[in-house]
Nanobody, 112 residues
Framework: VQLQACGGGLVQPGGSLSLSCAAS????????MGWYRQAPGNQRELVAR???????NYADSVKGRFTISRDNAKNTVYLQMNSLKTEDTAVYYC???????WGQGTLVTVSS
């Protein structure tokens, strides 16, 4: 299983960024997928999860600002991040849920 995350970068507060995670070596359409993040000095935390059927759940801190989606034809999961705040600064990881398969992480920095 390989998970390749990309799309991180530097953005100003209030801005938007879109992350993507391309998966291979798994039956993507049969896998729940998640986005996690880890800020310096903090534990890794769940940001958003999307189930096989497309249902989603979000951390309270990102509800209404972030949207997780998936494209089973492209074996890709996305995270659209709007109204970004400085506290969203972290390394973001995608994960095949309920497994130990993680992407390599992509850094998101929200700063003016």
């Amino acid at each position: 299983v390989q998970l390749q995350a990309c799309g991180g970068g530097l953005v100003q507060p209030g801005g938007s960024l879109s992350l993507s995670c391309a998966a291979s070596g798994l039956r993507f359409n049969l896998s729940a997928m998640g986005w996690y993040r880890q800020a310096p000095g903090n534990q890794r935390e769940l940001v958003a999860r999307i189930a096989i059927g497309g249902s989603t759940n979000y951390a309270d801190s990102v509800k209404g600002r972030f949207t997780i989606s998936r494209d089973n034809a492209k074996n890709t999961v996305y995270l659209q991040m709007n109204s970004l705040k400085t506290e969203d600064t972290a390394v973001y990881y995608c994960r095949m849920e309920y497994s130990n398969f993680w992407g390599q992480g992509t850094l998101v920095t929200v700063s003016s």
